[in-house]
């Protein structure tokens, strides 16, 4: 096997690593309320789809895109466990991320050397933190990304080289990219404009019908999915409280409580370019960037989407490193080239100097890794030792009082009847119900709402016992 073969085979390297973490510390890629609402919005349908269950419901449904748990779904009628499926998904997903962004770097700069790319994808993508983790979870972005920068690779093709069909493909993985994250539709539609443009100019209305009537075909089941008020994205919480005055705002009161974050919005929109989550060399890059790098049509294209997405994200009421990922892949394609001068004139004319930047890079993004995933695996392991807990002490049918947790608590002890305090202020509490809360942890940010003014009414009652402290805070109570 020679060098070039080894480098064209970074992606399937990349997974082996992310395989082996998964294995070292057992991590299933259940992390979080979100992954757990995928898992179950996956099983609700499998039980529909089989005629044994009711049309699935509940938060997972109203705040995400289904793309991702349908896949799922069908995988499990394949035999694979849900979890399985979920998994599988996610590190597939990452693969297809890793060669298509090396694939969109020959495309869109095609005189680069296999090294620089193999190189650029490692230190930028592979290795960085934030991709790493969306990688592990089971969560819907990795596979969102990897049909988003499949469809900018088709598209950016199509532009470049004026190839129609690359263009109707392009369309095809759009869709689903939105079926997959609602959110990614305002990134992608500066592009899907420009193949509209591109097809008007060149005067080829036969492609021109067939794009639409491929874009139309494609979202006629997502359409049919979101039919309702409930389903669809624009009743999103976090669509609710879009503002363009959020961008100068750290402090946030909205569904997900009370919030203050370390900086304004106007500047978390920047954290791909310094942030370390993502390529601790980026700040660099931006210094060595000319504007001849965007000369080209697709790369003006993709500038547009990147301010577009960027705009979108900095009205929101919520920060969070795995929303600005998609921005992120824009921004390493766009700096390829300023990363390309460093690369070629380091590793000619400063090769020692260069490599120890390189050394330097690969060490401190391997301990941004680890920053990164220990809460992640710390929070998996919680849930599971509460399950354990739990299950020591309830029985089928017992009814049980819980949030945060409890979404997690849903997957593990399923034949319990769960009540989410966040949902609604409940009038009274059922006699020998069981309560997990965890107080200290969650009065400040949900001062006001439902959760707290939930345990305050449950405090009032007088009936509250202790029966174990469980970890990091958070207590089993029981109604008497």
């Not at 973490?21 to 099983?43: K, M, V």
């Not at 942030?275 to 700040?283: E, G, Q, R, S, Y």
Request: aromatic content about 14%; proline content about 5%.
């Amino acid at each position: 096997m020679n060098l070039n073969m080894l480098l064209r085979a970074v992606p399937l390297f990349a997974l082996l690593v992310y395989g082996l973490i998964r294995l070292l510390t057992g991590f299933n890629g259940l992390f979080g309320q979100d992954s757990h609402a995928y898992l179950q919005h996956a099983e609700a349908l499998v039980a529909y789809w089989q005629g044994k269950g009711a049309t699935p419901g509940g938060l997972g449904v109203t705040e995400f895109a289904p793309g991702y748990p349908v896949a799922a779904a069908f995988l499990r009628f394949l035999g694979l466990p849900t979890v399985w499926a979920l998994g599988l998904l996610t590190m597939v997903g990452a693969g297809v991320v890793l060669a298509m962004f090396m694939a969109l770097l020959r495309i869109n700069m095609p005189g680069a050397r296999l090294q620089s790319r193999a190189m650029y994808t490692v230190l930028g993508l592979a290795l960085a933190p934030t991709f790493v983790k969306s990688a592990l979870v089971s969560m819907s972005d990795a596979m969102a990304l990897a049909l988003l920068i499949g469809s900018l690779f088709f598209s950016v093709r199509s532009i470049e080289r004026l190839k129609p069909f690359d263009a109707v493909v392009a369309v095809l993985l759009a869709v689903a990219a939105v079926a997959t994250r609602y959110a990614l539709a305002p990134l992608l539609a500066p592009m899907m404009l420009a193949l509209l443009l591109l097809w008007l100019r060149e005067k080829r209305y036969g492609h021109l019908a067939v794009g639409v009537g491929v874009a139309m075909l494609a979202a006629i089941p997502l359409i049919l999915y979101t039919n309702t008020a409930v389903h669809g994205p624009l009743q999103h919480s976090l669509v609710g409280h879009w503002s363009v005055l959020n961008f100068f705002k750290r402090t946030f009161h909205d569904v997900n409580g009370s919030t203050t974050y370390l900086l304004p919005n106007f500047i978390y929109v920047f954290y791909p370019l310094f942030h370390p989550a993502f390529c601790i060399m980026l700040p660099g890059l931006v210094l060595l960037f000319k504007r001849t790098d965007v000369a080209l049509s697709s790369r003006r294209v993709l500038s547009i989407c990147l301010v577009f997405y960027l705009f979108f994200l900095g009205g929101f009421t919520h920060q969070n490193l795995r929303y600005l990922m998609p921005a992120y892949v824009v921004l390493l394609v766009l700096l390829f080239p300023a990363w390309d001068r460093f690369f070629a004139y380091g590793s000619y004319f400063f090769k020692k100097l260069t490599n120890g930047l390189l050394l330097s890079a690969l060490v401190l993004q391997t301990a941004g890794i680890v920053w990164t995933l220990r809460p992640v695996v710390q929070r998996h392991n919680l849930e599971r030792e509460t399950a354990d807990v739990l299950k020591q002490h309830l029985k089928p049918g017992d009814v049980f009082y819980g949030f945060d947790l409890d979404v997690a608590m849903l997957t593990y002890l399923p034949e319990v009847q769960h009540r989410n305090l966040w949902m609604e202020a409940y009038p009274s509490f059922e006699h020998g119900a069981w309560v997990l809360f965890n107080e200290p942890r969650l009065k400040d940010q949900w001062k006001g709402k439902n959760p707290m003014v939930n345990w305050q009414a449950l405090e009032a009652t007088g009936r509250l016992k202790v029966v174990r402290e469980v970890a990091d805070g958070w207590t089993l109570y029981r109604l008497e």
